[in-house]
């Protein structure tokens, strides 16, 4: 009999980026590279497991900023024409690489990859691999969390609590329209959490959520099993606390799995090493070199030589590495075990694009992970939170404490001085977006002005967007800056004209047409639903 659980929870999130005004847009190729390198390697891990009668339970986040992408036309279109020009760079490679046996097998892996991955896209599901994690959930598997909107940073936007409110309704809104189901579970942007946000998840029918270990540890009264166990908020949400020793074993740069000398390595990419001319038609068109996916070295060591690539030296440090993983958390559930009146709960969670895009044996590792605690042990067994919550439904009372799972764990990767200049922008347009609920109430309740209505809403739209964590992230980061301070300024300056226009009683109708298709996230948007305290009573 096993002596508790592990409940492995994979954070799937990407921006909102579509760009219909421009046919190669660099920044698209985020999904694109994650749809090859990340997601279809874990419908192939998901597939097969299945196939081969494994058992198991695994929770992760689709955000509705992603799931919007891989069901959006047009970057569906566009991925297919990424994908064919990454099987002809491997036939090109295949051919190039003919006489030289250390790189001509790795070509064929990476062409053989490719074309699976077409395959599975194209024939299997049809474009639309959001079909594919519904399919997981509906068979059992699979426990797929709700998540905000647009990945609003709660801690902040709490200040203004309409617009909280409205990242988490139309985030659970649009999971119940996308996977046929109530959600359960949500998970908070950034493991972003503040007293009282729990309320808003609620109000939304939402039973569990997720924060740092620190918020479980410092919470108040203390935690009786540390991260071991969920907490309820008064709000009768409970919330589980991240496990850091397991974390650490994944997510270090120094310490975890990924920076073993026999993984590939991530930052020597075709694309950046041979003849220009050469690889010119499969990198941007007005001439940047970027990343292909097809990687020849292994990491080596602390090293600009880099040796390589041997696959199958790879897959051994991938069954080890989860051996390991899988004795240190034995260990662990059995000494917390011991102190507890009840099994304990190790909750790990992970960026996805972590597995295959950065860590390229990421998901054979998980695979690995999952067989060997399905027949190599009996002490531990995975778990989603809603199968604990069902065996364990009493928990012990208490208040998570504000904490994420940034740099230091509280709010500074998201307010801090490359990023603050964004936050007044956005509670003043916030406030302004309750006024136009509340002053056009009347004409959206009884739908008498068809152009007002969608001013309104593609009005919300674009401050959703404009809240998104991504943007004061990649400012504090450092890459990218100059496209996420635009996407800010962008999305703000269009729901100022809105704004405007509504007040002066003459909407733009052409320009919003323009707007309404580059920024067509949320096709069923109602703004009164979310920001009119009158309507709203009505959802």
Known sequence: MHKGYLCLVLHAHLPFV???EEENFL??????????????????????????RV?????????????????????????????????????????RTGYDPKFHSLALMYYRRFVEARDIFVDKYKKDLVAA??????????????SCA?????????????????????????????????????????CGYTPGVDNFLAEAGIK??????????????????????????????????????SSKQVWSSKEGYPGDPDYREYYRDIGHELEYEYIKPYIHPIGFRINTGLKYWRITGNTDHKEPYVPEWAKEKAATHAGNFMFNREKQVEHAAYHMD??????????????????????MWIDFLIRKITYDQKTIKLATPSDYLKEYPVNQLSVPSISTWGYKGYNEVWLEGSNDWIYRHLYAAGERMKELAEKFSDCIEKGVNDLAMRALNQAARELLLAQ??????????????????????LHINRFTHIYKDMLSGSVDKEWLEVVESRDNIFSDMDCARYYSSRLRLHV
């Open 18 to 20: 579509r760009h219909p």
């Open 27 to 52: 920044e698209e190729n985020w999904l694109y590279e994650a749809i090859t390198e990340t997601y279809i390697p874990f419908i192939q891990v998901f597939e097969k497991l299945i196939e081969d």
């Open 55 to 95: 058992i198991f339970r695994i929770t992760m986040s689709l955000t509705p900023t992603l799931a919007s992408m891989l069901q959006d036309e047009l970057l569906q279109n566009r991925y297919i024409r990424h994908i064919n020009k990454l099987i002809e760079l491997a036939e090109k490679e295949v051919q």
């Open 133 to 146: 994690f519904k399919k997981f959930q509906d068979l059992g598997y699979v426990e797929i969390l709700a």
């Open 150 to 190: 647009t990945h609003g940073f709660m801690p902040i936007l709490s200040v203004n609590p309409s617009d909280a409110q409205a990242q988490v309704k139309v985030g659970v809104d649009h999971y119940k329209k996308t996977f046929g189901r109530d959600p359960v579970g949500f998970w908070l942007p950034e």
């Open 208 to 245: 569990y959520f997720f924060v740092d270990s620190h918020g479980i540890i410092n919470a108040d009264p203390a935690p009786r099993y540390n991260v071991y166990a969920p907490l309820y908020c008064p709000s009768g949400v409970a919330a589980f606390g991240r496990d850091s020793e």
């Open 342 to 363: 009840r099994k304990p709960i190790i909750v790990s969670p992970y960026d996805a694009e972590l597995f295959g895009h950065w860590w390229f044996e990421g998901p």
């Open 468 to 489: 998104a964590s991504d943007w004061p992230f990649i400012m504090k980061t450092g890459t990218m800056v100059e496209y996420a301070q635009k996407r800010v300024k």
